[in-house]
């Protein structure tokens, strides 16, 4: 069989050379191939030949989907791509523009642009830094997205992660274009946008593995990976000037909880057909070795269980974490304990998970929260929310004693399945201290594994797939630098390696790549119903207020004379404590009181020239008696 299909594909690769050119020309082109073939430390790579294009049927549901795994045969001529030239090798640039997800892990989303059509690879969010007070979530500017939106064909999405679907909903809103992904990835979508009541109006496209979809000049096959959610895919996009490999996030998973491990053979069958670009993650580049399956934290499950026989187990860990709700379900089952599930984003993906089938829950083990209490503390686990220390979550609110129905207790052991995200150290750390103060057994350590590949796993991806080009993505610039040093240790010259910036515009093809451009991307505020109302400005302001507090001068003004009908009074809120602060407030106001009067006496009426005085006057005084600059807001009132 293995042979059968080795035999079509080389079947196929004469066909497409031929209606390029001629057989002529096709063997000229062998014939000099050995001055442009690229040296691999596993061998050489031939990259004369047009880069292998599958073709696509419409299915009933109106997508145009196919298998590429057994119909592994060229596109013909009349069901190209409308735009392609047949005959002839095309001169044009494949465009590859992140417009997020290159400076930070979060916020991903990428666009590939040949002649007249886009291709989106995700759309996520990223959460808000300490800095960004009152935000809500972060997603990404698609300002290009919606000047050229005559040419986006739709969404392309590789998982179910926030990071990768969460923008979706706002996005969609500007950008009401089909959505492809698979079965689990379409289920975690389909909730978030029924919350926004977007069904209705939105185009969902169901793929699975090893199917391919045919969107403009583009042609986009999944293939299946492993990763910390299930239904995970790497993309192959067959473009007209090569094809571009999009890992999305992943690792190698021989033994995973559910499904299949990664398709590591059409990985390998791809880079043989000749990539010309790989974009891999890099969340765990600079760690060596290989990432542990999954099934380990298992066995752990299952000596923590046994160890804590008489405890009522609390359990922290990501929602979206499937394989690990499973193992936590698989193990409460065999120790005779019912599970209950508490936080919102917790009980959505559950539900998501089971109905589709990703999550097999044994009959009557599962409870509601409110049940927990008619259990002995030794029959019961809770999974929840919180394992990052987030304030609202399930398990911070227990710590502060604020949740409505769990209190902790003395003899409770609480796992966190989890590793902090940079930056949630400290308050993973204060919940963990909350809870240890109440006498909790808290368990941190080796309860965890990454969801994404180390060193060792890039390394056997960019063996497979032999890349002319490596573009690293997924992480911050220190994870994008290291893959870029793995990709160099693997024989890629240092010129065909690009590390980007969002905004970047990389044009490619087989002869030449580099940064031609920049769009405009970056980061839009979500807060509350606002989205992209709240600018640096604003969060300067906030950062003032939260810092200094305010200072609110107000004073009236007679509509006819001029002169002052009232104050100023001086109100104070975040600056000082009033009634301990008499002194300082009178000074305050006697000073006020001399700038109007001089205002009024020199026939100022301008209320412009008037708040300034009362700015830089207070400003003054205050930094003089307090080394501290409050925010300053003037009010006059005509009377």
Not at 206 to 232: C, M, P, R, W, Y
Not at 245 to 267: E, W
């Amino acid at each position: 069989m293995k042979s059968e299909n080795n035999d079509d594909n080389k079947n196929a690769e004469s066909r497409v050379q031929v209606s390029a050119g001629g057989a002529r020309r096709t063997a000229a082109r062998q014939k000099n191939a050995g001055s442009r073939t690229r040296q691999y430390r596993g061998g050489s790579k031939n990259r004369q030949d047009k880069p292998f294009r599958p073709t696509a049927k419409k299915t009933a549901a109106g997508g145009a989907v196919k298998n590429s795994r057994n119909t592994q045969k060229p596109a013909k001529t009349g069901g190209r791509p409308s735009g392609r030239k047949t005959g002839r090798r095309t001169t044009s640039k494949l465009k590859i523009i992140p417009l997020g997800g290159l400076e930070q892990i979060g916020m991903n989303i990428t666009a590939f642009e040949y002649g007249d059509s886009i291709v989106v690879v995700d759309c996520g969010l990223s959460f808000p830094e300490d800095d960004m007070l009152g935000i809500d979530l972060v997603i990404p500017d698609v300002t290009y997205l919606k000047e050229n939106i005559s040419k986006v064909k739709g969404f392309v999405i590789t998982h179910g992660h926030e990071d990768h679907i969460g923008a979706l909903p706002y996005v969609l809103k500007e950008i009401n274009v089909p959505i492809y992904a698979t079965k689990l990835t379409l289920g975690l979508i389909r909730n978030k946008l029924k919350e926004h009541n977007l069904m209705r109006s939105t185009k969902l496209k169901e793929v699975k593995h090893g199917q391919v979809i045919n969107l403009g000049d583009f042609a986009v096959e999944f293939i299946k990976t492993n990763h910390s959610i299930q239904d995970a895919s790497a993309l192959a996009i067959y473009s007209p000037v090569g094809i571009v490999i999009h890992t999305g996030d992943f690792k190698v998973d021989y033994t995973p909880v559910f499904g299949d491990a990664i398709d590591l053979q059409r990985f390998a069958e791809i880079g043989k057909k000749g990539v010309l670009a790989l974009m891999c993650e890099s969340t765990n580049a600079e760690r060596p070795g290989f990432t542990m399956s999954e099934r380990t934290v298992g066995h752990v499950f299952d000596n923590l269980f046994n160890e804590y026989r008489t405890s009522r187990i609390i359990i922290a860990t990501f929602a979206s974490n499937v394989d690990r709700v499973q193992q936590i379900i698989n193990t409460a089952y065999r120790f005779g304990r019912k599970v209950a599930v508490e936080g919102r984003s917790m009980v959505n993906v559950i539900s998501v998970a089971s109905e589709l089938g990703y999550l097999q829950i044994p009959e009557n083990t599962l409870i509601e929260i409110d049940q927990v209490k008619n259990y002995p503390d030794d029959k019961v686990v809770l999974i929840t929310t919180g394992s990052q220390g987030e304030s609202m979550a399930a398990l911070s609110r227990m710590a502060a004693n604020i949740h409505k129905k769990i209190t902790i207790k003395p003899n409770d052991t609480i796992i966190f399945s989890s590793n902090p995200i940079p930056g949630n150290e400290k308050a993973v750390s204060k919940v963990i201290n909350e809870l240890s103060m109440k006498g909790a057994k808290v368990i941190f350590q080796d309860v965890h594994v990454s969801g994404h590949a180390c060193q060792e796993e890039i390394k056997l991806i960019y063996t497979l797939v032999h890349p002319k080009y490596a573009i690293p993505v997924h992480g911050e610039y220190k994870h994008l630098k290291a893959q870029a040093g793995i990709a160099q240790e693997l024989g890629i010259q240092k010129e065909n390696i690009f590390i980007l910036r969002s905004g970047n515009v990389l044009e490619l093809n087989e002869e030449k790549a580099g940064v031609t451009g920049q769009v405009a991307a970056g980061a839009i505020l979500v807060d509350g119903l606002g989205i992209g109302d709240v600018g640096n400005v604003v969060l300067r302001d906030r950062q003032h207020l939260a810092e200094d507090g305010i200072m609110i001068v107000v004073v009236a003004l007679d509509s006819i004379s001029g002169q002052i009908a009232s104050g100023p009074d001086l109100v104070s809120r975040g600056f000082v404590y009033v009634k301990e602060s008499d002194a300082l407030m009178d000074e305050a106001r006697d000073l006020m009181e001399n700038v109007m009067e001089g205002c009024v006496s020199r026939g100022c009426t301008d209320w412009g020239r008037i708040k300034t005085a009362i700015k830089d006057n207070l400003g003054d005084f205050i930094w003089k008696k307090t080394k501290r600059r409050p925010m300053i807001l003037p009010i006059i009132m005509e009377v």
